[in-house]
C-alpha cells in the first residue's frame, strides 16, 4: 500500500521513492505524436520513408504503453485514494482507448503503411495525438494537484536547496518596472 503524506500519497510501483510510470510515460507519449508528426511530414512530401516511420512509431509507442501501463495499473488497485480519485478512472479510460486507436491505426497500415496514412492513419493519429493531451493533463492533476507519486519532502537534507525570495526583491533587482536589467 501506497503511504499516505501531508502531501500526497507514495507510488507503490516506484525505485527509490521514484514511480516508475511517471518514468516511463514519457515513451509512449514521445512515440504516439512522433507518429502523427511523421504522417503529417508524409501527406506534405510524399516520401514513403515517413509512412513507414509512422507504422513504426505506432508499433513503439502501443509497446511502450503497454508497459508503462504496469506500475501505473499496480498504483490504481493498491491506492485507494488512487481508484475514488474520478481524475484516476478517466485517465486509465482514455490511456486504453488510445492504445486501442494506436491498434486500429497500425492494422490499416499493416500491409501498405503509404495507403493507411492517406486513408484513416492521419485522423486516427490527429485523434490519439489529441486524447494523449487530455490523458496527459489528467495524470497531471493527478500527480499536482492530488500528490499522486509527487511527495514533498521536507527532510533536512533538502533544506540546503530550499530559498525563500520576495517577488518584490526579485522585480527590484530586475528594474521590472523599468524594462532595464541591472547585472
Given at each position: 500500500m501506497?503511504?499516505?503524506?501531508?502531501?500526497?500519497?507514495e507510488?507503490?510501483?516506484?525505485?527509490?521513492?521514484h514511480?516508475?510510470?511517471?518514468?516511463?510515460?514519457?515513451f509512449p507519449?514521445a512515440f504516439?505524436i512522433?507518429?502523427?508528426?511523421?504522417?503529417?511530414?508524409?501527406?506534405?512530401?510524399?516520401t514513403?520513408?515517413?509512412?513507414?516511420?509512422?507504422?513504426?512509431?505506432l508499433?513503439g509507442?502501443?509497446?511502450?504503453?503497454?508497459?508503462?501501463?504496469?506500475?501505473?495499473?499496480?498504483?490504481?488497485?493498491?491506492?485507494?485514494?488512487?481508484r475514488?480519485?474520478?481524475?484516476?478512472?478517466?485517465?486509465?479510460?482514455?490511456?486504453?482507448?488510445?492504445?486501442?486507436?494506436?491498434?486500429v491505426n497500425?492494422?490499416?497500415?499493416?500491409?501498405?503503411?503509404?495507403?493507411?496514412?492517406?486513408?484513416?492513419?492521419?485522423?486516427?493519429?490527429?485523434?490519439?495525438?489529441?486524447?494523449?493531451?487530455?490523458?496527459?493533463?489528467?495524470?497531471?492533476?493527478?500527480?499536482?494537484?492530488?500528490?499522486?507519486?509527487?511527495?514533498?519532502?521536507?527532510?533536512?537534507?533538502?533544506?540546503q536547496?530550499?530559498?525563500?525570495?520576495?517577488?518584490?526583491?526579485?522585480?527590484?533587482?530586475?528594474?521590472?518596472?523599468?524594462?532595464?536589467?541591472?547585472?
Amino acid at each position: 500500500m501506497g503511504r499516505y503524506h501531508r502531501h500526497g500519497v507514495e507510488s507503490t510501483a516506484s525505485i527509490a521513492g521514484h514511480p516508475l510510470h511517471h518514468m516511463l510515460i514519457a515513451f509512449p507519449i514521445a512515440f504516439l505524436i512522433g507518429a502523427f508528426a511523421t504522417d503529417i511530414a508524409f501527406v506534405s512530401t510524399g516520401t514513403p520513408f515517413w509512412a513507414e516511420a509512422s507504422y513504426w512509431l505506432l508499433m513503439g509507442g502501443i509497446i511502450t504503453a503497454l508497459v508503462a501501463a504496469v506500475p501505473g495499473f499496480i498504483d490504481f488497485m493498491t491506492i485507494d485514494r488512487v481508484r475514488n480519485l474520478w481524475i484516476s478512472w478517466a485517465h486509465m479510460v482514455a490511456n486504453l482507448v488510445i492504445v486501442g486507436i494506436a491498434l486500429v491505426n497500425v492494422s490499416v497500415r499493416w500491409d501498405n503503411p503509404a495507403a493507411g496514412t492517406q486513408g484513416w492513419g492521419l485522423w486516427l493519429s490527429g485523434l490519439q495525438t489529441l486524447l494523449l493531451l487530455f490523458s496527459g493533463w489528467l495524470g497531471g492533476e493527478m500527480a499536482y494537484r492530488y500528490g499522486v507519486g509527487a511527495i514533498q519532502d521536507d527532510s533536512p537534507e533538502v533544506e540546503q536547496f530550499h530559498v525563500e525570495v520576495e517577488r518584490m526583491d526579485t522585480a527590484d533587482a530586475y528594474n521590472r518596472s523599468s524594462g532595464t536589467n541591472s547585472r
